[in-house]
């Protein structure tokens, strides 16, 4: 059997509101025009598109297979060589394997994507690479430091309208953990995109 290729890591960062699964979808329309595999893998704990789509603010959508746990990547076949066909449930080895909120799946999704790209699969991964407070929001930043290419993309800042590298929580200082995770999860309302002075403004005036 011929050696094959790695396959090559892209990664597309920044806060939330930045247009991430945007872009992320806009790669795989590309892909799948051009006649490659595209499989599409979101995280239950995204419910924008219910529970096996993706769907973005703008309303574009494609079918997805919402996992848990980033173990749930199916191990890729296409290296065991010409028996592969008899292997998952999943028809073809695909070209590309496309994830979206990176941050829900933890660092177990380092190993799982390391996988894919030593059997030969390109792995395209959206997701924010920051927190709400201002850190870095693992596993993104050790996937932009293994990546072939990054792409950060910014959101806009709520306050004056510049590039905002940040989001900010907005919620009460009384609201308990039970609904500060539920905000995190669902509640867009919750969250504003910052520019560094408006980001660094409310957090000397105590807010977020
Ligand atoms: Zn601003």
């Known amino acids: 059997m011929r050696p094959m ?9 920044g806060p939330m509101f930045a247009g991430k699964t945007e872009e992320l979808l806009r790669r795989v329309h590309r892909a799948r025009l051009a006649g490659l595999v595209v499989e599409v893998i979101g995280h239950r704990l995204d419910s924008r598109g219910g529970t096996d789509r993706l769907s973005t603010h703008t309303g574009r959508s494609t079918p997805a297979r919402m996992l848990e746990r980033a173990e749930q990547l199916r191990l890729p076949v296409r290296a065991e060589g010409p028996d592969s066909s008899d292997g998952p449930d999943f028809p073809l080895t695909p070209d590309i394997i496309a994830i979206d909120e990176a941050q829900f799946f933890g660092p177990s999704l380092v190993p799982a994507i390391e996988a894919q790209l030593d059997a030969g699969i390109q792995v395209e991964v959206a997701g924010l690479c920051v927190t709400y407070d201002g850190g870095p929001f693992e596993p993104l930043p050790t996937l932009m430091a293994m990546a072939e290419e990054v792409v950060k993309l910014t959101a806009v800042c709520t306050i004056c309208g510049a590039d905002a590298a940040f989001h900010m929580r907005l919620i009460a200082d009384g609201a308990s953990a ?5 905000a995190q999860v669902g509640g867009i309302e919750s969250y504003q995109a910052r520019c560094r002075r ?9 807010a977020g």
Do not use: K
């Open 198 to 206: 408006h980001r660094r403004d409310a957090a000397r005036s105590g």
């Open 178 to 182: 039970l609904e500060a995770t539920a």
């Open 5 to 13: 290729e790695a396959g090559r890591l892209h990664v597309i960062a």
